[in-house]
T-cell receptor, first 111, second 111 residues
Framework: DAGVTQSPTHLIKTRGQQVTLRCSPISGHKSVSWYQQVLGQGPQFIFQYYEKEERGRGNFPDRFSARQFPNYSSELNVNALLLGDSALYLC??????????FGSGTRLTVV | QQPVQSPQAVILREGEDAVINCSSSKALYSVHWYRQKHGEAPVFLMILLKGGEQKGHEKISASFNEKKQQSSLYLTASQLSYSGTYFCGTAGSSNTGKLIFGQGTTLQVKP
């Protein structure tokens, strides 16, 4: 069984640009969560989607948005990128909120 | 409110034991434990639920004191493969996929 897959693995963007990160959950998992992890810190919750509906939102500005598709894959969009958005973006999927499987992440560098 | 983990770092010899603690100031529904190796995704180790239910790897043990909002992860007879950063993630509700992660505990196991 394939795990959680994220694309791209690495990305370099310029300040002010927009970026879209993609996530495919484990087959059968309907819940997808997004986290931002800055070097040396724990992951910080951004969004959770379940059955295409937003179930939770973390303390991030409106520049961050996400959506989930009928096949349960998800996209995270970040507009007007700032240097401080440079981080590892992790996607996690779950069958029942009783344990999450993380993808390997997208390393975003904003220059 | 971010849970507080202690200690921040541990160095062990193979075969030694370690305990990692996680403390929250808020009432908890569940505590999740993950291990992350450098450059890799966090890997699920265990979930402890209010009421005593636990799910996780057989070789990992942990406790959850609901009244004190504290959890401890017990690593016994440590192996080199146990090295990494351990995170606890807390959830205040069963209906949310929002985990609030601690700052992490770095464990290094030496031969």
């Amino acid at each position: 069984d394939a795990g959680v897959t994220q694309s791209p693995t690495h990305l370099i963007k310029t300040r002010g640009q927009q970026v879209t990160l993609r996530c495919s959950p484990i087959s059968g998992h309907k819940s997808v969560s997004w986290y931002q992890q800055v070097l040396g810190q724990g992951p910080q919750f951004i969004f959770q989607y379940y059955e295409k509906e937003e179930r939770g939102r973390g303390n991030f500005p409106d520049r961050f948005s996400a959506r989930q598709f009928p096949n349960y894959s998800s996209e995270l969009n970040v507009n007007a990128l700032l240097l401080g958005d440079s981080a590892l973006y992790l996607c996690a999927s779950s069958l029942d909120n009783y344990g999450y499987t993380f993808g390997s992440g997208t390393r975003l560098t904003v220059v | 409110q971010q849970p507080v983990q202690s200690p921040q770092a541990v160095i062990l010899r193979e075969g030694e034991d370690a305990v990692i603690n996680c403390s929250s100031s808020k009432a908890l529904y569940s505590v999740h434990w993950y291990r992350q190796k450098h450059g890799e995704a966090p890997v699920f180790l265990m979930i402890l639920l209010k009421g005593g239910e636990q799910k996780g790897h057989e070789k990992i043990s942990a406790s959850f004191n609901e009244k004190k909002q504290q959890s401890s992860l017990y690593l016994t007879a440590s192996q080199l493969s146990y090295s990494g950063t351990y995170f606890c993630g807390t959830a205040g509700s069963s209906n949310t996929g929002k985990l609030i992660f601690g700052q992490g505990t770095t464990l290094q196991v030496k031969p």
